[in-house]
């Protein structure tokens, strides 16, 4: 039986034939070479599907889905693939430096008890272009234990930034195929439960920004805040923690009422969003204003609503 790896990656993809080639290109391109690459196409098109048959590394290995849409059942089918010491994470429109695996993996072998480690990473845009960072939250360089860094939002993970040990990844349970929208997230945050992590202060990656990612689906997004955050109260023992969780669900869950009825989706739907906030908002003063201008915009006609209000909500990422 061949020798394991150390390194497996992780790469879904769904069409994206362009941007593919490039994230290909930058793993093929490491100055660590003990890889494997491990593509989970979810039913892409003959352009991808071309491609894809004609990559001749015997380093790369390809899984073959019938399209689903969900993001993490796609990354898990790679999981359960790969034979690496360590899992790196890489989406098909972004890319990385080249020695990209050769530091993390460096970095993580000189702290063993800190099974999983990112990076900083920059962002460019669709021609590849380094984007400005103006307006984007600076990134901290945070290490150790991050959980309440993470809930907060305070720790930027990107996901082509993660290395971690493939035996702390199944620990913990993989992706959660029913956590739609912040998947990655809750896995870096079972991860947090489990290990401190190490982070090293460079952009090694960089992730690309266009139209078509992702997370543009604001409502989608939203729905996806407020499981992660139920779902978390329910895994973290400290009571502090367990606040945040409680107080973010709460907050994001208005928020999620909010756009609801800028939607004009049914007064129900958003009531029963309301009702889901005040189970740990209705102490906050802020909540009740909040929550009563939202409740008078959804039994206003659609536009008359969306002139009350004033502010656009922003997501938490």
Same mark, same amino acid.
């Given at each position: 039986? #061949?020798?394991?790896?150390?390194?497996?990656?992780i790469?879904?993809?769904f069409?994206r034939a362009?941007?593919?080639?490039?994230?290909?290109?930058?793993?093929v391109?490491?100055?660590?070479? =003990?890889?494997?690459l491990?593509i989970?196409?979810?039913?892409?098109?003959?352009?991808t %599907?071309l491609? %894809? /048959?004609?990559?001749?590394?015997?380093r790369v290995r390809?899984?073959?889905?019938?399209h689903?849409?969900?993001?993490?059942?796609?990354r898990n089918a *790679?999981?359960f693939e790969a034979?690496?010491t360590?899992?790196?994470?890489l989406d098909?429109d972004?890319v990385?430096?080249?020695?990209?695996?050769?530091?993390?993996?460096?970095?993580?072998?000189?702290?063993?008890?800190?099974r999983?480690s990112?990076t900083?990473? $920059?962002?460019? =845009?669709e021609?590849?272009? %380094?984007l400005?960072?103006?307006?984007?939250?600076?990134?901290?360089f945070l290490?150790?234990?991050?959980?309440?860094?993470l809930?907060?939002v305070?720790a930027?993970?990107?996901?082509p930034?993660?290395?971690a040990?493939?035996?702390?990844?199944l620990?913990?349970g993989?992706?959660?195929?029913?956590?739609l929208?912040?998947?990655?997230?809750?896995?870096?945050?079972?991860?947090?439960?489990? $290990?401190?992590?190490?982070?090293?202060?460079?952009?090694l990656a960089?992730?690309?920004?266009?139209?078509?990612n992702?997370?543009?689906?604001?409502?989608?997004?939203? /729905?996806?805040?407020?499981r992660?955050?139920?779902?978390?109260a329910n895994?973290?023992g400290?009571p502090k923690?367990?606040?945040?969780?409680? /107080?973010?669900? $709460?907050?994001? *869950?208005?928020?999620l009422?909010g756009?609801y009825?800028?939607?004009?989706?049914?007064?129900?739907?958003?009531?029963?969003?309301l009702?889901?906030?005040?189970?740990h908002?209705? *102490?906050?003063?802020h909540?009740?204003?909040r929550?009563?201008?939202?409740?008078?915009r959804?039994?206003?006609?659609t536009?008359?609503?969306l002139?009350?209000?004033?502010? #656009?909500?922003?997501? %938490?990422r």
């Amino acid at each position: 039986m #061949p020798t394991p790896p150390l390194v497996s990656v992780i790469l879904p993809t769904f069409n994206r034939a362009g941007y593919l080639r490039l994230a290909v290109d930058s793993v093929v391109g490491q100055t660590l070479e =003990d890889w494997e690459l491990i593509i989970a196409d979810d039913g892409s098109a003959e352009e991808t %599907l071309l491609y %894809l /048959r004609g990559l001749k590394d015997p380093r790369v290995r390809i899984v073959w889905l019938r399209h689903s849409g969900n993001l993490s059942a796609v990354r898990n089918a *790679a999981i359960f693939e790969a034979r690496g010491t360590y899992l790196a994470f890489l989406d098909s429109d972004d890319v990385w430096m080249s020695r990209k695996l050769e530091a993390q993996v460096a970095a993580m072998q000189l702290s063993p008890r800190r099974r999983w480690s990112y990076t900083f990473n $920059s962002r460019i =845009d669709e021609l590849g272009s %380094l984007l400005s960072d103006e307006g984007v939250t600076p990134f901290r360089f945070l290490e150790g234990d991050i959980t309440e860094a993470l809930l907060t939002v305070e720790a930027a993970l990107a996901t082509p930034t993660v290395v971690a040990e493939r035996s702390l990844v199944l620990e913990v349970g993989v992706f959660d195929v029913d956590q739609l929208f912040g998947e990655d997230y809750d896995l870096w945050l079972r991860l947090s439960l489990r $290990s401190p992590v190490t982070v090293l202060p460079e952009s090694l990656a960089s992730v690309r920004v266009h139209t078509d990612n992702y997370s543009q689906d604001r409502l989608g997004a939203y /729905r996806g805040w407020v499981r992660l955050y139920d779902k978390m109260a329910n895994l973290v023992g400290d009571p502090k923690l367990q606040g945040i969780c409680r /107080r973010l669900q $709460s907050e994001n *869950a208005l928020t999620l009422a909010g756009l609801y009825v800028d939607r004009g989706a049914p007064v129900g739907v958003t009531w029963r969003t309301l009702f889901a906030s005040s189970r740990h908002g209705w *102490a906050s003063r802020h909540w009740w204003s909040r929550a009563t201008k939202t409740a008078v915009r959804s039994l206003l006609p659609t536009r008359v609503g969306l002139a009350l209000r004033r502010h #656009p909500t922003q997501p %938490l990422r």
